[in-house]
């Protein structure tokens, strides 16, 4: 039943296929993956991933993992999954920290939901290539949530 869920909340956003992620999921945790193009190169000579697509995907990491902890919330009430969606968390500031160049491989990225309240939740995203303990860029964003979310 929530894989069904999850495949459906992701279906549901088509820069994620655009860009190339997926995502792995266990649990309420989600772990995404950009897989590697070479259309997602921004500097040919290093070679070194976009900023812009490794910021998306940070981005699309944790709208995701807000979106996904709100259809299990629904699952557990309801005790199975009735096909609906809250409308997604609109992103109110996202700052990124680009911590050294994306090599031309996949990426991996976890968010880690800080604070979420009635409104607006507090979010911090890191993606990493080869070890999690070395991520390549992180960033911090303020989600604003749908109205009647649960908190």
Same mark, same amino acid.
């Given at each position: 039943?929530?894989?069904? %869920?999850?495949?459906?909340?992701? %279906? *549901?956003?088509?820069?994620?296929?655009?860009?190339?992620?997926?995502?792995?999921?266990?649990?309420?945790? !989600?772990?995404?993956?950009?897989?590697?193009?070479?259309?997602?190169?921004?500097?040919?000579?290093?070679? $070194?991933?976009?900023?812009?697509?490794?910021? &998306?995907?940070?981005?699309?990491?944790?709208?995701?993992?807000?979106?996904?902890?709100? !259809?299990?919330?629904?699952?557990?009430?309801?005790?199975?999954?009735?096909? %609906?969606?809250?409308?997604?968390?609109?992103? !109110?500031?996202?700052?990124?920290?680009?911590?050294?160049?994306?090599?031309?491989?996949? %990426?991996? $990225?976890?968010? !880690?939901?800080?604070?979420?309240?009635?409104? /607006? $939740?507090? /979010?911090?995203?890191?993606?990493?290539?080869?070890?999690?303990?070395?991520?390549? /860029? &992180?960033?911090?964003?303020?989600?604003?949530?749908?109205?009647? $979310? *649960?908190?």
């Amino acid at each position: 039943m929530s894989d069904a %869920a999850f495949e459906a909340l992701t %279906a *549901k956003i088509p820069y994620i296929a655009f860009l190339g992620v997926d995502f792995e999921r266990r649990g309420d945790e !989600v772990t995404g993956r950009l897989a590697y193009s070479d259309r997602l190169i921004g500097n040919p000579m290093l070679p $070194a991933l976009h900023g812009g697509a490794t910021g &998306a995907f940070l981005e699309i990491t944790a709208l995701t993992s807000l979106a996904w902890l709100r !259809v299990l919330e629904r699952i557990d009430g309801a005790g199975e999954w009735d096909g %609906a969606f809250d409308p997604q968390p609109k992103t !109110v500031d996202f700052s990124i920290d680009y911590l050294r160049s994306g090599k031309p491989q996949d %990426a991996y $990225a976890r968010a !880690v939901i800080l604070r979420r309240g009635r409104r /607006v $939740a507090n /979010v911090r995203v890191e993606a990493w290539q080869e070890e999690r303990s070395r991520p390549f /860029v &992180a960033a911090h964003g303020h989600f604003l949530l749908p109205q009647g $979310a *649960k908190a």
